[in-house]
């Protein structure tokens, strides 16, 4: 039997799908719609929000939606009136998928963002990003929705579509810093050599002096690792941690010296006691962060107390630039052995604490100032070492 010929507007279409033009099908048999979505979210994941949405249908990948002529936004709003005040877009781009943040929808200007955007699925998008990506902050309240819209001039009908129905309420609370995760080398001297970043440490506190180090840093808008030990927190860390929250407020980080400052070197249940009660010694006062960084008492160390150390989720630190400013060598003693021992990746070992430190607190103004002038940028040892800070 031979095979019947189409005829009229039926064959037209056939002959439209052989020759590769699904759209003009689309358009010949109905509007062309924004898809649906299936479900969204929008939550705070430490410093960073996480938007989730998945569609009704696959859409193969970002470069697909833009040949669809389809858009896939977050929309942030206003918590009265409910007035849109921008919208952060998955687009397209020659350097891959990109988020784009729009300060007012259909403003002829944007920026692309930084952040994060990957495919859990073929239906769906998962976007990270700072608050201030979107023109939001810490402790602000705003409203959401995700949209999807059609873009396609032949759209008459469902150009758009929301989801949830209703704006979703959010509240922003300030990140807190819980703890960082220890990787790569279990015993460190330095960090990497490959940008001029040094890290100041301290160790011995909390201490009477150590305020004064705090403000120094904090005048000077720089940051540093403190290694304290456990049993002098509740004396000298203020009232209900108030020194240590201010050091992780400042940006600085707190390492984890024993608890007494015995030598530890031996390892074993001595040691693990001594760390893990000035650990928590440090949570407590803190409100939750727990330490990936140990520093060894008199720097003592073995095989067996790094092992032991990194089973506790921390790394032994070690210096390689030492004023030995315990001593009292003088203050241009302090300044000149750091300033002239600098070098990229380096991590010092002075103190704020176990003694007078009035030498070592006058010399950091002028440390600082000379190795910045220097082209040095300050950074915690967690920073140094490239470590996952965690928040929540």
């Known amino acids: 039997m031979g095979r019947r010929r189409l005829a009229g507007p039926i064959a037209a279409a056939a002959a439209m799908v052989v020759l590769g033009a699904p759209a003009a099908v689309a358009g010949a048999l109905g509007p062309a719609r924004a898809p649906k979505i299936g479900s969204t979210s929008l939550r705070q994941a430490g410093r960073h929000l996480v938007w989730s949405a998945s569609l009704d249908r696959p859409f193969g990948s970002f470069k697909a939606l833009k040949r669809k002529h389809w858009k896939l936004c977050l929309l942030i709003e206003r918590t009265h009136g409910g007035a849109v005040k921008g919208e952060l877009c998955a687009a397209y781009t020659r350097q891959g998928p990109r988020l784009r943040y729009t ?133 000298y860390g203020g009232k209900n941690g108030s020194l240590e929250k201010r050091m992780l407020r400042d940006g600085d980080m707190i390492g984890d010296h024993t608890w007494s400052h015995p030598n530890v070197s031996a390892g074993g249940s001595f040691a693990r006691t001594q760390i893990s009660e000035a650990a928590n010694a440090i949570k407590k006062a803190t409100g939750g962060f727990y330490p990936c960084l140990f520093r060894a008492p008199y720097g003592a160390t073995s095989p067996a107390l790094i092992s032991l150390v990194r089973q506790m989720g921390m790394t032994t630190i070690q210096w390689d630039i030492d004023p030995r400013d315990w001593s009292l060598p003088g203050t241009q003693a302090i300044y000149s052995n750091v300033v002239n021992n600098a070098h990229p990746g380096a991590i010092t070992e002075m103190h704020d604490g176990g003694g007078p430190r009035y030498e070592t607190v006058a010399a950091l103004p002028r440390i600082i100032d000379t190795l910045r002038a220097r082209g040095y940028h300050f950074v915690t040892v967690a920073q140094l070492l490239g470590y996952r800070l965690i928040y929540k």
Do not use: M
């Not at 944007?110 to 990957?118: A, N, Q, R």
């Not at 201490?207 to 720089?222: G, I, R, S």
């Open 103 to 235: 300060a007012t929808p259909h403003h002829p200007h944007f920026k692309t963002v930084s952040g994060t955007i990957s495919r859990p699925n073929d239906r769906g998008l998962k976007a990270v990003f700072r608050p201030s990506s979107a023109g939001l902050s810490y402790q602000s309240v705003f409203r959401w929705q995700t949209q999807t819209a059609s873009t396609s001039p032949k759209c008459a009908q469902q150009c758009t579509v929301r989801q949830p129905t209703k704006p979703t309420r959010v509240f922003l609370h300030v990140p807190q810093l819980v703890g960082c995760v220890a990787t790569g080398t279990k015993f460190v001297f330095h960090g990497p050599s490959n940008k001029k970043r040094i890290a100041l440490a301290f160790d011995d506190g909390p201490w009477y002096d150590t305020p004064q180090f705090l403000h120094v840093l904090e005048t000077k808008h720089a940051v540093a690792t403190f290694f304290q030990i456990g049993n002098q927190i509740s004396t």
